[in-house]
């Protein structure tokens, strides 16, 4: 449905009652190393800018210098907010005259411009005053390293230092720590985020910034650590540094990934868009702040399977026109593959163990919930063609990338059912059984989010139905 608007002044942080959240790192709690976001802000042809921001989880410095080494030949030409040298693939950056002093959790950040010839991925081997930032994983060298290998995640990040990048609504991190409380490392000032101990959200965090937040006060013992990405921010990416014990605890193994898998795609109605506001007259803020991907209906209809799951979607976009004719030109296979969905032709480093059993395609509203307007380049023929030829190419691309063995579910409604159940049909005679058709029943929908979207009571409804034709698919799990 509608695109978002834009995201407005910095709310109140809401705790939980089972735990108390703090943005400051305790003297006590404070963990040697570093955590390090660098951010990719502008590319072009042998060319970029970066925006690099260091954390301090070690003892208070005076003065500081980060070094790491650009894998692929890249040269730093200019440098603003740090003193910045290059020897060979070595970089240093030394602090400015102004931001050299860093307390426990303290962050700075300062930017580069740099060239490139072959590539330009991302820097590895960050320290900070000689200490590694993150660390490798002894028990398996050639494992994971930094956040990944505190953590356990299905979503599309990307690496980037010691933190991971992401822009798709719904990404969720799981650890695993021993003792009374963990810090959480953000640079994020655009999205909200839910943290749950051991099963139970305890706080919410509305834009959190650059810094790290602590859940505290727990109980002694090992516990588990769910963050999930609540909001949409398809303009951006946000970055997350991983974990840090509190004092006398530690960050244990990260919990094994799940067996079933699903990958939801769609547009608002898949976000999760507006779900918690409880009306439908919103502004952009309150469209932000009342978006939970979490009480989507994909999320909680993976989370009843016990799969885990990426929630593809895309407020305002279509399969071959978006909401009222916007933006044309782009449509939802232009970021499909991305990563991050505001650099253009990124591509999604896809591992190998994500293959899901269960692919949910939700995509048509858009094309079809508002008239056409003067001067598109569509009639009612030409734009039902479009949209059917477009997605038998999409599904056949995923069919392509899962394997014969994934199970394709096409929603359709009400609204363009008859369409949808085409494109299936066409895949069927093609020899391709397992796309099968789903049409989301609306009777007893509320439409009570944000401009008439999905309330959290719709998503729970929907996730049950959703659920109860999931078990009669056969998908060999």
Same mark, same amino acid.
């Given at each position: 449905m509608g695109t978002r608007g $834009?995201?407005?002044?910095?709310t109140a942080l809401m705790? +939980?009652?089972? $735990?108390?959240?703090t943005a400051a790192v305790p003297a006590q709690a404070a963990a040697a190393g570093c955590a390090v976001t660098y951010r990719v802000g502008g590319q072009w042809s042998g060319g970029f800018t970066a925006d690099v921001t260091v954390t301090n989880l070690g003892a208070p410095v005076t $003065?500081?210098?980060?070094?790491w080494s650009y894998p692929s030949g890249q040269r730093v030409t200019q440098a603003w907010n740090a003193t910045v040298t290059q020897a060979g693939a070595q970089v240093t950056a030394r602090n400015a005259a102004w931001n050299g002093g860093l307390a426990t959790g303290g962050s700075t950040t300062f930017g580069v411009m740099g060239s490139f010839t072959a590539g330009n991925p991302a820097p590895t081997g960050f320290a900070l005053n000689g200490t590694t930032c993150g660390g490798d994983d002894p028990g398996d060298p050639g494992g994971p390293s930094g956040v990944l290998a505190q953590t356990h995640t299905a979503g599309r990040v990307v690496t980037a230092g010691q933190t991971v990048q992401y822009s798709w609504p719904g990404i969720y991190f799981e650890g695993r720590f021993r003792g009374t409380g963990v810090g959480l490392v953000f640079d994020d000032a655009a999205n909200d985020y839910d943290v749950a101990?051991?099963?139970?959200?305890?706080?919410?965090?509305?834009?959190? +910034?650059?810094?790290?937040?602590?859940?505290? +006060?727990?109980? $002694? +013992?090992?516990?588990?650590? *769910?963050?999930?990405?609540?909001?949409e921010s398809p303009w951006s990416a946000s970055a997350f540094g991983g974990l840090v014990a509190a004092g006398g605890g530690a960050i244990?193994?990260?919990p094994a990934a799940r067996t079933r898998q699903v990958e939801f795609i769609g547009d608002s109605l898949t976000v999760g868009y507006g779900n918690t506001a409880g009306t439908r007259d919103c502004t952009g803020d309150q469209v932000t702040r009342t978006t939970n991907t979490d009480l989507s209906f994909g999320a909680l209809t993976a989370r009843e399977l016990d799969a885990d799951y990426q929630v593809n979607a895309y407020s305002g976009i279509g399969m071959v026109r978006n909401y009222n004719g916007g933006s044309p030109g782009v449509s939802y296979g232009t970021y499909y593959d991305r990563a991050l969905l505001h650099v253009d032709g990124d591509v999604w480093d896809r591992p190998a163990t994500w293959r899901p059993q269960l692919v949910v395609v939700d995509l048509g509203t858009n094309d079809f919930s508002t008239p056409i307007n003067s001067g598109e380049p569509w009639t009612?023929?030409?734009l039902a063609a479009a949209y059917r030829a477009t997605y038998v190419a999409f599904l056949?691309?995923?069919?392509?990338?899962?394997g014969a063995g994934t199970t394709i579910v096409v929603v359709?409604?009400?609204?363009?059912?008859?369409?949808? *159940?085409?494109?299936?049909?066409? *895949?069927n005679a093609a020899g391709d059984a397992k796309v099968r058709y789903w049409h989301l029943d609306d009777a007893g929908l509320d439409l009570l989010g944000c401009h008439w979207h999905y309330s959290v009571a719709d998503d729970r409804l929907i996730a049950d139905r959703l659920g109860d034709y999931v078990a009669t698919l056969g998908i060999d799990w």
């Open positions: $834009a995201t407005a002044v910095l705790l +939980g009652a089972t $735990a108390a959240v $003065a500081w210098t980060l070094t101990v051991d099963g139970q959200v305890v706080a919410t965090l509305v834009k959190p +910034g650059t810094t790290t937040r602590w859940i505290d +006060g727990l109980a $002694a +013992g090992e516990h588990s650590v *769910r963050l999930v990405k609540r909001t244990l193994d990260r009612d023929a030409s056949e691309k995923l069919r392509a990338r899962y359709g409604t009400s609204l363009f059912g008859d369409k949808a *159940r085409q494109v299936v049909s066409d *895949r």
